[in-house]
């Protein structure tokens, strides 16, 4: 079975930064565009970055540009989100997805999904 494995949340101050790791498992994720997703309690899951298979499209949140990067090492298998400058509103567990449709990624309804990372911002 086909998994994906998140790891790299944590609690931090407002102002720090936070590498997440989305590493893939029973297949190889150069395949499939990658997401990476998160959910606030009492809040919907919001798409934070998308990075295409095909062409190597990068999308963000609006919310999010210019503070988190998003990459991908397909050599190991693993998909990173780098997120600098944080807030107290990024404050959310953080999953990654994965599927060859990209647009089924961005609509959420990707085929595979990680069990998520908590992220805390809070000093």
């Known amino acids: 079975q086909p998994q994906l494995v998140e790891s790299g949340g944590g609690l931090v101050q407002p102002g720090g930064s936070l590498t997440l790791s989305c590493a893939a498992s029973r297949f190889a994720l150069d395949f499939y565009s990658i997401g990476w997703f998160r959910q606030a309690p009492g809040k919907e899951r919001e798409g934070v970055s998308y990075?295409?298979?095909?062409?190597?499209?990068?999308m963000y949140a609006d919310s999010v540009k210019g503070r988190f990067t998003i990459s991908r090492d397909n050599a190991n298998d693993t998909v990173y989100l780098q997120m600098n400058n944080l807030k107290p509103e990024d404050t959310a567990r953080y999953y990654c997805a994965a599927d060859y449709s990209w647009y089924r990624l961005i609509a959420g309804t990707g085929d595979y999904w990680g069990q998520g990372t908590q992220v805390t911002i809070s000093s």
């Open positions: 990075l295409s298979r095909r062409d190597g499209t990068i």
